[in-house]
């Protein structure tokens, strides 16, 4: 870890030895059990967190709520002044943060950079969005009348993130919701802990150096518990969640029974479609980019390449050949392509996954594996497989977080791809690699993917902030980030005003008194 620099990244973030989560502007800290945050890289302790306890939150949601009051009376562009403020930082400590993300998380140290820069661009889309708060005007039907709409701020927004994402989906909610008026409670994963308190840092230094009132961006720390002090408590008008889709329906059920709402970021089932005459270099760049990157631990990853028959055989080569190339280790040596998976749950539910595939007829192309000795001590790294299976495969049917691919053949129309491609729970991703426009078009019309991201000549994974992100079925229909995902975070009201002298009803109703 020395010779990578995390002692200096971490003194930059302002890791200390116990961190505790905290809230911005105010002198009181989490006082719970620690928990140790342990590196998957080199299974090394980074650092401890204090947990929150009820009472602490109890002070969270007090100093939160009292702060959104004042909060949401400073205008728009002036909170979009903040955030971008906090984004000069973030600029500023671009390195070390993304040093921290990949040797928490284990990604590569380029797509920890990368994931800062997903926190950067959402912080410029939110400085110009708050100048575009905008509702609309609607001609009443009364003479002399007027009618519009204003989105106001919705309140405490409450934060649920993973593991795999540590600080950017953090960052896509509080950046937007900053700027709607609302101030955000944040539960980051007890995987990833310190990646949240160096955010957490961050923010409660630009907000303290504006004079933002305290509680704006708050931090609790801990497992589900901590979770559900939120969900439960209806002073948190809106729930924001992302991970697996078990923990999306114990949300969504929650929330749901005191009416209160939520944006749901579940699991995906990601696939990409290889037509007859698509581009055979670019589909397996895609491929293994969406298969492997951040060692198949995105909810975008590609998980099933739905491959026609007649280039089936080269495709299946050609991904065999390019898993040849990998390089697995130290995700903070550059020229690695590969990391660790988070911990050793994973690695198991990694080795069950190709058991199972096996175990319902697969075929293994490229063996995995747990890799032992020099630098892999952590027990968390795995090498990619490819296996050849069926759609209706149990563990095919089912997101396994790891690098899987499963290759599947089609024949006949592209309709029978897209119909195995929809043939799952899941509908967060798709993509089809084509130079045929008809079927491209097909794939993204009425008749095309389900998901909510539907993609041509490019993967699964990787989306740029300024679209809407997200997906249905089981992924769970939010949608955050950029296009109005922003409206979520507000409240929406119809105004209407009579400037006449006397009071006409709507609907033509007489009413003489
Ligand atoms: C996630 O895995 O939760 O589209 C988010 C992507 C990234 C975000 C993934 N921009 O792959």
């Known amino acids: 870890a020395t010779e990578f620099g995390i002692t200096e990244a971490l003194k930059a973030l302002g890791i200390e030895e116990i961190n505790n989560g905290t809230s911005t502007g ?43 009051k004042e909060w949401r009376t400073m205008p728009a562009p002036q909170r979009g002044e903040i955030v971008r403020k906090f984004n000069d930082e973030l600029r500023r400590l671009k390195e070390p943060l993304g040093k921290l993300v990949s040797y928490e998380m284990g990604k590569s140290y380029q797509e920890g950079l990368g994931e800062v820069q997903e926190m950067i661009d959402i912080c410029d889309f939110a400085v110009g969005l708050s100048r575009q708060l905008h509702g609309l005007t609607m001609h009443s039907e ?40 609302d101030a955000c409670v944040w539960k980051g994963s007890e995987k990833t802990p310190l990646t949240a308190v160096a955010c957490q840092n961050i923010a409660a230094r630009v907000f303290e150096e504006n004079n933002v009132p305290a509680g704006i961006s708050c931090l609790i720390t801990g497992d589900y518990t901590v979770g559900e002090f939120m969900t439960k408590d209806e002073r948190v008008p809106l729930i924001s969640a992302t991970g697996s889709t078990r923990m999306g329906k114990i949300v969504a059920k929650e929330v749901a029974g005191r009416l209160g709402k939520t944006l749901l970021e579940l699991g995906g089932n990601n696939a990409i479609i290889v037509t007859p005459d ?26 099933r390449l739905i491959v026609h028959e007649d280039v089936y055989d080269k495709v299946k080569t050609a991904m065999v050949d390019a898993y040849k190339q990998l390089r697995i280790g130290n995700p903070l040596d550059q020229n690695n392509h590969v990391g660790p998976l988070i911990d050793k749950d994973a690695v198991k539910n990694y080795q069950q996954a190709l058991e199972k595939v096996v175990a319902e007829g697969g075929n293994i192309l490229v063996e995995g594996g747990v890799l032992e ?141």
């Not at 006082?31 to 009472?55: C, F, H, M, W």
């Not at 969406?290 to 975008?300: D, E, H, K, L, Y």
Request: overall charge negative.
């Open 373 to 513: 000795g020099e630098g892999y001590e952590s027990g968390c790294y795995v090498k990619p497989a490819i296996a050849e299976a069926k759609n209706e495969f149990e563990i095919v049917q089912h997101e396994t977080f790891a690098p899987v691919l499963y290759l599947l053949k089609y024949s006949g129309s592209v309709e029978n791809a897209i119909e195995v491609q929809n043939g799952v729970r899941q509908g967060l991703s798709s993509a089809i690699m084509t130079n045929n426009l008809r079927e491209a078009e097909l794939f993204l019309s009425t008749q095309g993917s389900d998901c909510g991201i539907a993609n041509v000549n490019i993967g699964t994974s990787g989306a740029e902030i300024g679209g809407a992100f997200g997906g249905e079925k089981e992924t769970g229909g939010g949608r955050e980030s950029g296009s109005d995902a922003w409206k979520v975070y507000m409240r929406r009201q119809t105004n209407t005003i009579n400037y006449t002298t006397e009071l006409p009803l709507a609907q033509g109703i007489k009413f003489d008194l």
């Open 26 to 68: 105010a002198d009181w800290f989490s006082n719970g059990e620690i928990i140790e945050s342990y590196s998957p890289v080199d299974g090394q302790l980074i650092g401890k967190v204090k947990a929150t306890t009820r009472e602490d939150y109890e002070k969270v949601i007090t100093t939160a709520s009292a702060g959104f």
């Open 278 to 303: 698509a581009n055979i270099k670019n589909t397996v760049i895609g491929a293994v980019f969406g298969a492997v990157g951040t060692c198949g631990q995105r909810c975008t990853s590609t998980r």
């Open 142 to 181: 009364r003479p002399g009348h007027r009618m519009y709409e204003q989105y106001h701020p919705l309140g405490v927004v409450g934060i649920i993130s993973a593991f795999n994402f540590p600080v950017a989906v953090w960052s896509w909610n509080t950046a937007l919701a900053w700027v709607c008026g």
